[in-house]
T-cell receptor, first 114, second 116 residues
Framework: EDKVVQSPLSLVVHEGDTVTLNCSYE??????LLWYKQEKKAPTFLFML????IEKKSGRLSSILDKKELSSILNITATQTGDSAIYLC??????????????FGKGTKLSVKP | NAGVTQTPKFRILKIGQSMTLQCTQD?????MYWYRQDPGMGLKLIYY???????DKGEVPNGYNVSRSTTEDFPLRLELAAPSQTSVYFC???????????????FGPGTRLTVL
């Protein structure tokens, strides 16, 4: 059965700290891995990582895909209170067709204290 | 707990047909959501519900309807299917102890819909 596991489930840090969130997966036909930030309702898309793009960076956020270890990390440097959110990892599995199915992890709840 | 379950897993519709995507959660979550995921795009919120009897529009509600008669079920209705509604649909649920504060969303396995 395909699954995505995130760790830790929750994390509390202080402003300025650097955090690393983990996502590991067991998926039969891997296509891509996505990171989302969930603050209120709809999660906000952060990164998509594929075999041809295993490292992405945007400002203080960066993510790396390790296809050998079947995992990804999301790094946030110099954290701010606005980074407080639930971070979701999802893996797209290829079941044929132009679009795969997403399997979501349970999320990591990050709290950044002033 | 089965978590969030969705049926069907796959469906092909002809233009103009109607169908209902079913979503059920057994975690007693008060919040439920419907999203669509298009290739290369992030999730887009269609409708959401903060409790039985209460629903509200999300970012892309046109062409869809929902109802929430029970805590467990949140069906999504397509009345006149159009090719633009070809997508993968995800249902999710979460628990909110007080208004405006919600915990992790738990997602169903998705329904892949093709409209030809």
């Amino acid at each position: 059965e395909d699954k995505v596991v995130q760790s830790p489930l929750s994390l509390v840090v202080h402003e300025g700290d650097t955090v690393t969130l983990n996502c590991s997966y067991e998926v039969t036909n891997f296509r891509s891995l996505l990171w989302y930030k969930q603050e209120k309702k709809a999660p906000t898309f952060l990164f998509m990582l594929t075999s041809s793009g295993i490292e992405k960076k945007s400002g203080r956020l960066s993510s790396i895909l390790d296809k050998k270890e079947l995992s990804s990390i999301l790094n946030i440097t110099a954290t701010q209170t606005g980074d407080s959110a639930i971070y979701l990892c999802a893996v797209e599995a290829d079941y044929g067709g132009s679009q795969g199915n997403l399997i979501f992890g349970k999320g990591t709840k990050l709290s950044v204290k002033p | 707990n089965a978590g969030v379950t969705q049926t069907p897993k796959f469906r092909i519709l002809k233009i103009g047909q109607s169908m209902t995507l079913q979503c059920t959660q057994d975690m007693n979550h008060n919040y439920m959501y419907w999203y669509r995921q298009d290739p290369g795009m992030g999730l887009k919120l269609i409708y959401y519900s903060v409790g039985a009897g209460i629903t509200d529009k999300g970012e892309v509600p046109n062409g869809y309807n929902v109802s929430r008669s029970t805590t467990e079920d949140f069906p999504l209705r397509l009345e006149l299917a159009a090719p633009s509604q070809t997508s993968v649909y995800f249902c999710a649920s979460s628990y909110s102890p007080i208004a405006g504060v919600t915990d992790t969303q738990y997602f169903g396995p998705g329904t892949r819909l093709t409209v030809l």
